[in-house]
């Protein structure tokens, strides 16, 4: 099947582009390329040597937009305008993060809802993958400048926990950017490339990556076969890395010197200071036995030894998570037969002495761990160019397969250039109550609206007994033979109804019409991501004024006329702006109508709960 790419800047198609790998990540970001002259992956650089552009994005004034160390360096100056760790938001809702919500020094937008998280500076909502696209703009542009080549393809890392919709946001985010994403693929999948394992067809191997960062660490067991690598575990610690051992050395410092709490909490530049003092002797005592420097009065002192008991607990910790790793992984430490290290952190010796006993192997760590991940990118990117002729290629799909959802959306279940056969599966539910059969849909594209793909088939599953809208299980599978045909099963799991029907997906398609479809695609991103931003806002907004609507009739006794009154005229507000609001209008009303109608559900939890416990009161709400 065709591999296709799009010089974005001509319009042209062009059969020979280079196609860069892009470790897009939660600190760092990079770029890297197969040398054409040495063949062998290297990190794109700045004149200045480094290769490392912080995944931080400033909004300044005039909207202008600032990415990588200028931005980081506002982190501290501008907090409510510099976004960094984006891709902690990736594909979540409020409601997933609301535990870690305080870790954002910016304003994450509470909606109180399972709907996709935004991200508020000054009157402007930001989503996670439009955060994420200012970063690959930024990285787009960088490499074009040092490669002096457009750059318009691009196959790019997510953590091999990533689901689904984190994914999709990660392919969104680089159709925004201008990018046609051939592949998204797995971290420790990419580092293991990096260091040539898999890249033998013969080879049938486990592997354990150990990816311990700034921020977090991440282990993944992986098995690879045929030239197929199947992540069996992974386990980690999204709040454990780099920055906690800098914790560990101020503390240190603090106590030795007598620096009181109030002293810090008034000192910023102080405790700012002496943060990146105990980073400079975190790294210094990589290769050194002590770090000796001051702050003014304050001597600094800290040797090797002090340091590595300091952060022995925490590696145990990353042990212990190995074990489990293995544990769900079936496999015993003695199964594993490569170990590769990722990750800054694990420069540190004690780490990598500590992981190489566990394993009793000797460690992958003579890359850089900060490139490692975009190196296999390369490399990944390199066999999909066809460059690298031992290593076949699997068929893929060339479009993306997907089903038709609320409000004319494509839902993609196969992400096009996925290796068949393959199998995904989805649940959906119902939008109205007693609804007795759903239509499903089956469109081949990469478009954001249906309407603009190919419909491939359509049938309706019948005999769902009636229940209340949101409570049928309809699992749809695609399975994708050897042979590319697609096989398209809808179940309702509470009742056991079954339908399937088989399609043909590339059936009457040319390449030149998989070409002119991919194109729409990146030209219309923009287009099609607000479009999709506001079919979704229009979805939310009817669904929250139904169940307002609903609430309010069940429970009029406990409202007041004047509460009636006022959620009645911000339900009129919400649906005079589902015809003619902007996405950005939808979901301030959403939030509004959201914050008039919370008390109200608390309220009735109390009664409820009084009513439970024999008229207690356990709130003086009401
Ligand atoms: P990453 O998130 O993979 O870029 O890793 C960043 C983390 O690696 C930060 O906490 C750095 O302080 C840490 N790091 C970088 N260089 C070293 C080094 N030589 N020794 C120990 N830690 C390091």
């Not at 594209?445 to 049928?472: C, H, Q, T, W």
Request: charged share 25%; with cysteine.
């Amino acid at each position: 099947m065709a591999k296709i790419g799009i010089n974005i800047a001509t319009g042209s198609l062009q059969k020979e582009e280079m196609i860069v790998g892009i470790d897009l990540g939660t600190t760092n970001s990079l770029v890297a390329i197969i040398h054409p002259d040495s063949n062998q992956p290297v990190a794109l650089r700045e004149h200045n040597g480094t290769s490392l552009v912080p995944s931080i994005v400033h909004f300044g004034e005039n909207n202008s937009i600032t990415v990588g160390e200028d931005a980081r360096k506002l982190l501290i100056r501008d907090p409510a305008n510099t976004i960094y760790s984006t891709k902690r938001l990736m594909g979540k809702s409020y409601n997933d993060i609301r535990d870690n919500a305080s870790f954002y020094a910016f304003k994450v937008h509470d909606d109180n809802t399972e709907s996709l998280v935004k991200v508020q500076v000054g009157p402007q909502f930001y989503t996670p993958v439009e955060l994420s696209s200012f970063i690959l703009k930024e990285l787009r542009s960088r490499a074009e400048h040092i490669l002096k080549t457009p750059v318009t393809k691009a196959v790019i890392t997510v953590p091999a926990y990533f689901n689904d919709s984190q994914r999709q946001a990660t392919r969104d985010a680089g159709r925004l950017a201008g990018l046609d994403v051939l592949r998204i693929i797995n971290e420790p999948t990419a580092a293991s490339l990096a260091y040539g394992i898999g890249l033998n067809k013969e080879e049938e191997k486990a592997i354990a990556v150990y990816d311990l960062g700034g921020g977090t660490f991440d282990i993944s067991i992986l098995k690879i076969h045929n030239g197929i690598f199947e992540v069996l575990s992974t386990h980690g610690d999204t709040y454990l890395g780099g920055d906690d051992f800098d914790q560990l050395i101020v503390k240190k410092w603090v106590k030795e010197h007598k620096i009181g709490e109030e002293r810090l909490q008034n000192d910023k530049e102080l405790m700012q200071t002496l943060r990146l003092k105990a980073e400079t002797a975190k790294v210094h005592l990589s290769s050194k036995d002590v770090f000796i420097d001051h702050i003014g009065d304050i001597q600094l002192q800290v040797t090797v030894s002090e340091f590595n008991k300091l952060i022995q607990p925490y590696i145990t910790k990353t042990l212990g998570a190995c074990e489990i790793a293995l544990k769900d992984a079936g496999l015993k430490k003695q199964d594993i037969n490569e170990v590769v290290m990722v990750g800054g952190s694990t420069r540190t010796p004690l780490i990598k002495s500590l992981v190489s006993d566990f394993f009793g192997l000797s460690l992958h760590d003579t890359l850089n761990p900060d490139e490692v991940v975009a190196l296999g990118a390369a490399v990944q990117a390199n066999i999909l160019a066809g460059n690298n002729k031992e290593m076949l290629l699997l068929d893929i799909t060339p479009l993306s397969l997907g089903v038709e959802t609320m409000g004319g959306l494509m839902d993609v279940l196969i992400p096009r250039n996925t290796k068949i056969p393959t199998r995904v599966s989805r649940n959906y539910t119902s939008q109205k109550d007693g609804q007795s059969g759903i239509v499903i849909s089956v469109f081949q594209g990469e478009r954001d609206l249906v309407k603009d793909n190919r419909k491939l088939a359509s049938f309706i599953l019948e005999g769902i007994p009636a229940m209340p809208a949101g409570l049928p299980k309809v699992e749809i599978s695609f399975l994708i033979n050897a042979d590319g045909i697609l096989l398209v099963n809808a179940k309702e799991i509470r009742s056991g109804t079954e339908q399937s029907i088989e399609v043909k997906p590339q059936y009457g398609l040319t390449d030149s019409e998989v070409e002119k479809m991919l194109m729409d695609s990146i030209i219309n991103a923009k287009d099609d991501i607000k479009t999709r931003a506001l079919t979704e806002a229009k979805t939310e907004a009817a669904q929250l004024i139904d169940t307002t609507l609903n609430f309010i009739e069940k429970n009029k006794e406990y409202l007041t006329p004047s509460e009636v009154d006022q959620t009645n005229e911000a339900i009129n507000a919400l649906r005079n702006l589902i015809s003619q609001g902007t996405k950005d209008e939808l979901q301030f009303q959403i939030e509004k109508l959201n914050e008039i109608s919370r008390p109200y559900a608390e309220r009735l939890m109390d009664i409820a709960i009084r009513k439970a416990i024999g008229g207690k009161n356990i709130s003086d709400n009401y």
